[in-house]
């Protein structure tokens, strides 16, 4: 069985923060994108906070278009001019410049009480503040708390009840929360804040809501600028046409989807993304088309491990090198799929959006 064909001047193979960048920049130019993505993101399972160059200029280009977007959503981010030393789950710290500046916990809070929520894993309050008090001067307190209502199903008194235990039962002037089970939960840690009269904020926390949430900004951001995003798609095949690729063939389920493109961006992700694959002591291109190579990299002791963590798709300015040697003029590589840009080795989401930023202009080139 077969899906209806899919026609579009850009087809972005993969969905997170990379692709979803490309194809947002590619439709501000009036091209028509279409996204494939067969699995969840890495970007959904991150923190949802990036390091950014200030100095650098496609970071600050990147920073200005998606910012504007994402406060249409609901969402308050800004750029620091100074990497911020924020908090994270587990009591260590994380440098960031995409930052809440109302809502984020950093290493500046003082007299803080780390509130954890009977049923939330997200937070443990006790780990949090043993840890804390093995790095900084200031341990914060911690607290349980056990709700009688969800923040999901019925807010208003989610947010009576907590508002006053805050209020009344914990003297700290700061109060660190486990992520809310909410798209946006702003308007919900606003409430807290003048319930209780406190600073409310929330841990830096990986696989969980913030990443669940910056991933659904970035797809409504897309969705905005007319991007066609279609999940459980995988690229399975490239119909190759002398240096070019002409065409796709994806699948979904046992169902197959012909793609028709002018161009195509792979933005897949590296090995731990599952972009690429691994065949014994190789890390391959699973299409079986493109060479990868590795790139020296700091950050793990194993070379062989470093090696593959680093291993992306060979590229010859920007274009995609085949297994024969030669470059598709039409294939663009993004992101964490390109070489030496492997988070395990310091490479983070800031470095993934501008690498993809630069990408479609790569892109624009041979449109």
Do not use: C
Request: aromatic letters at 6%.
């Amino acid at each position: 069985m077969s899906l209806p064909d899919v026609d579009a001047d850009v087809l972005v193979a993969g969905g997170g923060a990379a692709g979803l960048t490309a194809a947002t920049r590619l439709a501000l130019d009036g091209r028509s994108v279409t996204v494939i993505s067969s699995a969840t993101p890495a970007t959904a399972l991150s923190t949802g906070r990036m390091l950014l160059d200030p100095e650098q200029l496609e970071a600050v280009e990147w920073a200005s278009f998606f910012l504007a977007q994402f406060r249409r959503q609901g969402a308050y981010y800004v750029m620091s001019k100074r990497p911020v030393n924020a908090l994270t789950n587990f009591g260590t710290a994380m440098k960031q410049s995409l930052t809440s500046p109302l809502f984020d916990w950093t290493t500046r809070d003082r007299d803080v009480a780390v509130v954890g929520l009977v049923g939330n894993e997200d937070l443990d309050p006790d780990l949090v503040s043993r840890e804390i008090g093995r790095s900084h001067r200031a341990r914060p307190r911690p607290y349980w708390f056990s709700p009688s209502f969800s923040p999901e199903l019925d807010r208003d008194r989610f947010a009576e009840e907590l508002g006053s235990v805050l209020m009344n039962d914990v003297a700290e002037s700061t109060i660190v929360l486990p992520p809310l089970p909410q798209r946006s939960p702003y308007d919900l840690l606003a409430e807290l804040r003048k319930r209780s009269g406190k600073r409310i904020v929330e841990a830096a926390t990986p696989l969980s809501w913030p990443g669940r949430r910056f991933q659904a900004l970035m797809e409504g951001t897309a969705a905005r600028l007319g991007v066609t995003v279609l999940k459980d798609r995988r690229l399975m095949s490239l119909d190759i046409d002398g240096r070019e690729a002409a065409g796709a063939l994806l699948s979904s389920g046992g169902r197959t989807q012909k793609a028709r493109f002018n161009a195509l961006v792979l933005a897949t992700g590296g090995v731990p993304s599952g972009g690429l694959d691994v065949e014994g002591r190789n890390v391959i291109d699973p299409l079986r088309l493109f060479k990868t190579s590795s790139a020296p990299s700091p950050g793990v002791a194993s070379h062989r491990l470093r090696s593959a963590l680093s291993t992306g798709i060979a590229t010859r300015k920007g274009k995609a090198v085949t297994l024969q040697g030669g470059s598709l003029r039409n294939v663009v590589v993004a992101g964490s799929l390109a070489k030496g840009m492997s988070y395990p080795l310091g490479r983070g989401l800031g470095d993934v959006v501008v690498h993809a930023w630069k990408a479609a202009l790569a892109v624009e080139e041979v449109l």
